[in-house]
């Protein structure tokens, strides 16, 4: 279960990609732009400022979030990215560290790119850091003894979930875009005793809180403190810096 308050403590780190993805699109007066993955909303409502005379669409698979983004005044619907068909109209798709969760997410976006009219913009980011010492810290413990059965079966994301800005640009070119692709390693400042797990709560750990009742989470996070302090030791004016790789890709549509 995705909690929009706990994935809000961070909106102004979240949010930054965010706005640096949407610098690079060059749409001027689109028709429809579309979220995919719109979470709570905060982010969403920012196109209606930037294109005030589109229609904004918007989408997510947590019926949470999306009811944090009625709340919000943003017009979404809860429905799987999978399943999500632009209309004819659509002449921008956004989707903001979202696609890493759909394995399929490749050939959804040049199917996509084949049924967007030419000069749509599709613009995406993705983390890639699944290989980093958080990661790494989630699946250690979550295969310890005290776990193994609770989440035997969880699907692991692991550095193949996302591709490089290189992979993504041939792909996308391939299929018939301009493409402009990069990567950024944010150096995120955090404060307070957990920070790297609080970050990782309202995001990586969502599908493991879901599998564990109190007790267990209780106890799940007492054994991970300890790996995420070595990994992202705290320093001694109380700052934790927490390196965070993003992939971005904007491509129009020839």
Request: charged residues 25%; contains cysteine; proline residues 7%.
């Amino acid at each position: 279960m995705w909690n929009p308050e706990t994935y809000l403590n961070f909106a102004d780190h979240r949010g930054r990609p965010f706005f640096e993805l949407l610098a690079r699109i060059g749409a001027r007066t689109p028709r429809r732009v579309v979220d995919l993955g719109c979470g709570p909303g905060n982010l969403t409502e920012t196109l209606t400022q930037r294109w005030p005379g589109a229609q904004v669409e918007a989408l997510d698979s947590s019926p949470e979030m999306v009811a944090a983004a009625r709340e919000r005044g943003v017009d979404a619907r809860v429905g799987a990215i999978e399943d999500w068909q632009p209309t004819p109209d659509t002449d921008v798709v956004i989707s903001n560290a979202a696609l890493q969760w759909v394995p399929s997410h490749r050939e959804l976006i040049v199917a996509w790119v084949q049924s967007l009219p030419a000069g749509a913009w599709l613009a995406f980011q993705v983390p890639g850091n699944f290989d980093s010492p958080s990661h790494r810290a989630v699946r250690t413990v979550a295969r310890s003894e005290a776990f193994a059965d609770a989440l035997r079966d969880m699907p692991w994301r692991d550095a193949h979930q996302v591709d490089d800005p290189l992979d993504y640009a041939g792909l996308l070119t391939d299929a018939g875009c301009t493409v402009d692709a990069w990567e950024t390693t944010y150096v995120h400042e955090l404060t307070g005793e957990t920070p790297v797990l609080d970050w990782i709560t309202g995001t990586a750990l969502t599908q493991v809180r879901s599998r564990l009742d109190d007790t267990a989470w209780q106890r799940y996070r007492e054994a991970i403190i300890p790996l995420l302090a070595e990994a992202y030791p705290r320093r001694p004016d109380g700052i934790t810096f927490f390196p965070f790789r993003r992939v971005f890709v904007v491509a129009q549509i020839r």
